[in-house]
């Protein structure tokens, strides 16, 4: 039976890149590959044809000969092309997309394996007033840094990592198992394709120590609870020359003595006295940007709240200020004396019977009497 055209069994173009080759036979061989297709005869045929193909057009010596002679350029019994797969990527280097490992052959990876350094958190505690404000403060945070005897490489000064005789330096060693082999942190090296024969003394072959660090942070203004600060670079050292890892300042905004916050708007509960609710008069309220006058009408009642504009927090991601939200709460007089106490129940006589001056009192007591009236005992 005669051999379809390579290009065809792969479904690409004559020019097609290296690039675009890889992708279909990778599409090709999960689709056609006989551990998802058992017993299948027709789907065992096309991931050979399909594997043919790819090893053959890979190759640019075989690609060459296969574009001018067709498949009498490859074919060895016809006296073209060579016995084994030449160049290019590797079978291999197509399933470790697939499968994770590779494919044949020993050794494996593509040399010492470097790892990227971990990311770190700080928990900075700030003032509500330095939260709202925005400030720069300095912190000291515990981390790994590159040992500076050994230039991070862990081997003792004047000595090198030399390379791992278990894995040939790649830093994963393949197991087979049937039809497939499994690549593998190499045991020895732990990845890292090196040993150090004679360890730094200050790291004691780590590449690493542990090192207290000082930063400056500025803490933009409007920041609240939760919210982070992405310092790049500053987390621990990597591995092997590796990149350091981030460090994220989490912001911890402590309870305030007088104000609460919510959003972009502040909360103060405001204390006055019982003669001031009746009779109205100002008060000095504090904001973080200083004393204010409060007006209190007369009759204001506990719980009433006002709103002063702007006197909130700036959004950190921008936008309108929040205000400032004074509640009022009536204090009732305690620790009367006994001239005191006759006034003030005599101010009471003077207001009984007269509803006007206490509506929602009244309002309550003719709900309470109507609440009875339509009860049936």
């Not at 279909?24 to 045929?45: F, G, I, Q």
Request: proline residues 6%; charged residues 25%.
């Amino acid at each position: 039976m005669a051999k379809r055209d390579f290009y065809e069994v792969l479904g690409v173009a004559k020019n097609v890149s290296e690039a675009e080759l890889k992708k279909a036979y990778r599409r090709l061989a999960m689709k056609h590959h006989p551990d998802r297709n058992p017993d299948n005869k027709e789907s065992e045929e096309k991931f050979k044809e399909a594997k043919e193909a790819f090893e053959t057009l890979n190759d640019p010596q075989k690609r060459a000969a296969y574009d001018q002679f067709g498949h009498a350029g490859v074919d060895p019994s016809m006296g073209g092309g060579g016995g084994g797969y030449g160049g290019g990527a590797s079978f291999s280097d197509i399933f470790s997309d697939i499968f994770g490992g590779g494919f044949g052959g020993g050794g494996g990876g593509s040399g010492p394996q470097t790892y990227r350094g971990a990311d770190l958190r700080y928990n900075l505690t700030l003032s509500l007033e330095d939260a709202v404000k925005g400030t720069t403060v300095k912190i000291r945070v515990p981390t790994l840094v590159k040992c500076e005897p050994c230039g991070g490489s862990g081997a003792k000064p004047g000595t090198s990592p030399e390379t791992c005789s278990t894995c040939a330096g790649h830093g994963q060693v393949r197991m087979q198992q049937g039809f497939f082999s499994v690549q593998q942190t190499c045991p020895d090296c732990r990845g890292s394709g090196q040993q150090i024969k004679h360890p730094c003394s200050s790291c004691h072959g780590q590449g690493r120590v542990q090192e207290n660090k000082t930063l400056s942070v500025k803490v933009p203004a409007g920041v609240d609870n939760g919210d982070r600060i992405r310092l790049s670079g500053e987390g621990e050292a990597g591995e092997n020359g590796g990149p350091p890892g981030d460090l994220y300042v989490q912001m911890v905004v402590k309870p305030h003595d007088i104000f609460e916050r919510h959003d972009n708007n502040l909360l103060c509960e405001v204390p006055i006295d019982m003669v001031t609710a009746t009779l109205g008069g100002e008060l000095d309220v504090p904001t973080l940007s200083g004393r204010v006058k409060l007006k209190i009408p007369p009759g204001s009642q506990s719980g009433k709240v006002f709103r002063l504009k702007g006197k909130g927090v700036k959004p950190v991601r921008g936008g309108a200020v929040g205000d400032l939200l004074c509640a009022i709460a009536v204090e009732i007089p305690v620790k009367l004396n006994g001239k005191q106490e006759e006034l003030l129940r005599e101010f009471g006589d003077s207001l009984k019977g007269n509803g006007k001056h206490s509506p929602k009192t009244a309002s309550w007591l003719g709900g309470v009497k109507k609440f009875f009236d339509d009860m049936k005992f």
